[in-house]
């Protein structure tokens, strides 16, 4: 980014001369016009992702949402061994024959710290075949935000559905945490969800599926069981998530569905009224307790390419003396972080 001005100045004998001067912007400037681009960028994907599922809507049948309808869920467990207890509420309307829109509310606590935020859907749907739809929301906890934009589908195959949601997430991460500078960075990457659903009755649905959630991969499961409440429809479901020691979850708890028909099963309920309201997972803050300001050195055992850090699990590290990537930060490959050659 460049300009250009000129100066013109008298010299003995009446002469001028033009000089050019070079002017460049400020730094801020640049960073101003990079995160206007950054922003821009964004937007337009969000809008194609909107355009297509317009254009998706014309081939629907069957209403996207069957009428305005709720739920509301709260649930305790088990997360990385620390005790966790969210209230998750979202309520979906139509907005036209085959688009729908849903808003969802997510509170909590998780090792003692509060958890809040929310999210938005809006998506095409043929109840027989398909949904599809655009998602975005933002939460926070412990003063560590994320971010997310991603499409989200779902294919409904006699008792089986296959779902899932794919996209961006940003976590912005604070300075310090309990008093100690914060090593982990901010950051920005791809996360997905896919589950594969069966039905063994019309209120009893088993799921499991992978996620790949803050750059970590999970397996899940899951069942649901909607019981005869009399007027108001409840279920019990239990939930986890297993991979990585420090990201593994269980929890389990109630959910309430609000709508006009209290006879609905949970089948139906699943595929003409609301999507699932998605929560993230948070990193873990690697932060100086020494003081030095300085991550700390890389662990791995042997020194033999192909080896990945073994701590910190997050790569929050720098490599040691002797390694390919010596003094700077591991690279991350196939699920891991190297300081040597990258696996073959």
């Not at 990385?80 to 309520?91: C, E, K, M, N, P």
């Not at 050195?297 to 997050?314: D, K, L, M, Q, R």
């Amino acid at each position: 980014m460049k300009g250009w001005s000129q100066r013109y100045s008298k010299k003995q004998g009446g002469l001028c001369r033009v000089e050019r001067l070079y002017e460049r912007f400020s730094f801020d400037q640049f960073l101003s016009v990079t995160w206007v681009g950054v922003m821009r960028s964004k937007l337009k994907a969000a809008l194609l992702l909107v355009t297509a599922l317009m254009s998706n809507s014309a081939f629907a049948e069957g209403p996207a949402v069957s009428g305005p309808n709720g739920k509301f869920s709260i649930e305790g467990g088990a997360f990385d061994g620390d005790s966790s207890f969210l209230a998750l509420g979202s309520y979906s309307i139509p907005l036209a024959p085959s688009i729908g829109f849903q808003v969802d509310g997510a509170v909590g606590s998780i090792d003692g710290e509060i958890m809040g935020g929310g999210g938005a859907h809006i998506f095409t749907r043929d109840p027989s075949q398909y949904l599809f739809g655009v998602y975005g929301s933002f939460h926070t906890w412990d003063s560590i935000d994320i971010w997310r934009l991603a499409i989200e589908a779902e294919l409904y195959l006699g008792r089986f559905s296959l779902s899932g949601i794919a996209g961006f997430e940003g976590v912005d991460v604070p300075d310090t945490s309990g008093g100690f500078v914060v090593l982990t960075q901010d950051d920005e990457h791809a996360f997905a969800h896919i589950d594969l659903a069966y039905y063994p009755t019309d209120n009893f649905k088993i799921s499991g599926g992978y996620r790949y959630l803050n750059e970590v991969s999970f397996a899940s499961a899951g069942a649901e069981y909607l019981f005869d409440a009399g007027d108001v429809p409840m279920s019990l479901f239990a939930r986890g998530d297993f991979g990585d020691d420090d990201y593994t979850s269980v929890t389990g708890g109630l959910k309430i569905y609000l709508g006009s028909d209290r006879k609905k099963s949970l089948i139906q309920r699943h595929r003409t009224d609301d999507p699932e309201n998605y929560t993230p997972v948070f990193p873990k803050l690697v932060t100086d307790k020494s003081g030095s300001g300085q991550p700390p050195i890389c662990e791995i055992n042997g020194n033999v390419g192909g080896v990945p850090v073994t701590s910190p699990a997050n790569g929050q590290c720098i490599c040691p003396s002797g390694t390919q990537n010596e003094g700077s930060a591991p690279a991350f490959n196939n699920g891991g972080y190297y300081c040597y050659a990258n696996p073959t």
